[in-house]
T-cell receptor, first 113, second 115 residues
Framework: DGGITQSPKYLFRKEGQNVTLSCEQNLNHDAMYWYRQDPGQGLRLIYYSQIVNDFQKGDIAEGYSVSREKKESFPLTVTSAQKNPTAFYLC????????????FGQGTRLTVV | AQTVTQSQPEMSVQEAETVTLSCTYDTSESDYYLFWYKQPPSRQMILVIRQEAYKQQNATENRFSVNFQKAAKSFSLKISDSQLGDAAMYFCAFILTGANSKLTFGKGITLSVRP
């Protein structure tokens, strides 16, 4: 089935450790996004990528890093520099053309203890 | 820069009644897409409805319809015959048709449905 997959669904890490969240899509979409969502809040853009080997900072990029080595994959690393990393993280891919639309993964709940 | 504003953080509707969720946006461009996404308690984002800016006709999907006012930069969502399953957070979103534009979301509105 075509879609976008985030893994894992739940992730626990100790404070001070880097952690990488996975996002894979087989929709042949050029654009991919990472959003952070805090309880009862909206989506805040962390990073986005319009094409392989290129990405741009969003509104809250500090403490995060990404790579886009393959069209299908856009992993997000939450570094120890991120002051408050506990949150829900959503990945999306966006298709352009006749039906421009964003598809979302199921999300990763990261808890840092 | 493009912005999307959802000024109402919460709304409530009686089951079977109609509710309208508001959204305004700001852009100097003329070609773009607008969306409403639903996020139920499962947190899976679901596309509710899409509107192309060049189309004058308002989009409709079953019980969901939009009132797209391009000059006023307004894009409201009307939910008719509200059901308990409509309870969710709803996000308005915007993207230009250009290749290098990014998807921009509003802050969202939490809709509750009273039985």
């Amino acid at each position: 089935d075509g879609g976008i997959t985030q893994s894992p669904k739940y992730l626990f890490r100790k404070e001070g450790q880097n952690v990488t969240l996975s996002c894979e899509q087989n929709l042949n979409h050029d654009a991919m996004y990472w959003y952070r969502q805090d309880p009862g809040q909206g989506l805040r853009l962390i990073y986005y990528s319009q094409i392989v080997n290129d990405f741009q900072k969003g509104d809250i990029a500090e403490g995060y890093s990404v790579s886009r080595e393959k069209k299908e994959s856009f992993p997000l690393t939450v570094t120890s520099a991120q002051k408050n990393p506990t949150a829900f993280y959503l990945c999306a891919s966006e298709g352009r053309g006749l039906y421009t639309e964003a598809f979302f993964g199921q999300g990763t709940r990261l808890t840092v203890v | 820069a493009q912005t999307v504003t959802q000024s109402q953080p919460e709304m409530s509707v009686q089951e079977a009644e109609t509710v309208t969720l508001s959204c305004t946006y700001d852009t100097s461009e003329s070609d773009y897409y607008l969306f409403w996404y639903k996020q139920p308690p499962s947190r899976q984002m679901i596309l509710v409805i899409r509107q192309e800016a060049y189309k004058q006709q308002n989009a409709t999907e079953n019980r969901f319809s939009v009132n797209f006012q391009k000059a006023a930069k307004s894009f409201s969502l009307k939910i008719s015959d509200s059901q308990l399953g409509d309870a969710a957070m709803y996000f308005c979103a915007f993207i230009l048709t250009g290749a290098n534009s990014k998807l921009t979301f509003g802050k969202g509105i939490t809709l509750s449905v009273r039985p």
